[in-house]
Nanobody, 117 residues
């Protein structure tokens, strides 16, 4: 069973930092890649950052040099460290895991991040 549980969202001021964690079931953590999407009100869900089982990472241009994604293999956890936060980073952040023959994407329940100006 694939399970993804996010934590770490909240309210932070402009320029602040937050750390999001995604605790994954073993089946999820072994999938090809995991990462984070975000969705602001009235907007589509966009990729923020991803990391493969091999450790390769990818970031949206808007968060490069501010966000860092990492894996903790001992804890089956993916972490998104966010710094220099801006109001435009405000969104619901969703952890995902992708894998299987048809590259199915599984989602967590989401966690709210709000950056005040």
């Amino acid at each position: 069973q694939v399970q993804l549980v996010e934590s770490g969202g909240g309210l932070v001021q402009f320029g602040g930092s937050l750390r999001l964690s995604c605790a994954a079931s073993r089946s999820a953590f072994s999938m090809h890649d995991m990462g984070w999407y975000r969705q602001a009100p009235g907007k589509q869900r966009d990729l923020v950052a991803s990391i493969t089982t091999g450790g390769s990472t990818d970031y949206a241009d808007s968060v490069k040099d501010r966000f860092t994604i990492s894996r903790d293999n001992a804890k089956n956890t993916v972490v998104l460290q966010m710094s220099s936060l801006k109001p435009e980073d405000t969104a619901v952040y969703y952890c995902y895991a992708r894998g299987g023959i048809i590259s199915t994407r599984y989602w967590g329940q989401g966690t709210q991040v709000t950056v005040s100006s």
